[in-house]
C-alpha cells in the first residue's frame, strides 16, 4: 500500500509559478510510475503529466507542455510538478497519483493522494 501526500498548492497571480510537492511512502516508489492530474469544480479530472518509474519518459497534457515539469527524486521518495507561467484555467485540485505503468489514463491510477488546492487569479 503507497501513501501519497501532496503539498505545495496556494494562491498564485497569473504569470507566476507554484512548484508541488507529492512524498510516498508505504511501498517502492521507484517502482512505480508517477503522475499529476487535476480536477476543477464542475468538470471531470483530468491529466497532467506523468513520469517513468526513472524519469527517462514523460508525457504531458497539450495544454500544459512548456509550462509545466514533472521529475522525481527516488532517493526522497518524492515527485514534483513545476508549474511556470500559471493562466487562470489551472485552478483546481492537484492530485499525484501511482502506477504501475507509465500512462495517462486515470482510472489505471492505483493510488492518489488527498489533494492540494492551486488557485490562478487574473
Known amino acids: 500500500q503507497v501513501q501519497l501526500v501532496e503539498s505545495g498548492g496556494g494562491l498564485v497571480q497569473a504569470g507566476g509559478s507554484l512548484r508541488l510537492s507529492c512524498a510516498a511512502s508505504?511501498?517502492?516508489?521507484?517502482?512505480?510510475?508517477m503522475g499529476w492530474f487535476r480536477q476543477a469544480p464542475g468538470k471531470e479530472r483530468e491529466f497532467v503529466a506523468t513520469?517513468?518509474?526513472?524519469?527517462?519518459?514523460?508525457y504531458y497534457a497539450d495544454s500544459v507542455k512548456g509550462r509545466f515539469t514533472i521529475s522525481r527524486d527516488n532517493v526522497k521518495n518524492t515527485v514534483y510538478l513545476q508549474m511556470n507561467s500559471l493562466k487562470p484555467e489551472d485552478t483546481a485540485v492537484y492530485y499525484c497519483?501511482?502506477?504501475?505503468?507509465?500512462?495517462?489514463?486515470?482510472?489505471?491510477?492505483?493510488?492518489w493522494g488527498q489533494g492540494t488546492q492551486v488557485t490562478v487569479s487574473s
Open positions: 513520469s517513468s518509474w526513472r524519469g527517462g519518459v514523460t
Open positions: 508505504g511501498g517502492t516508489f521507484s517502482s512505480y510510475a
Open positions: 497519483a501511482a502506477s504501475e505503468r507509465v500512462v495517462t489514463t486515470t482510472a489505471l491510477y492505483k493510488y
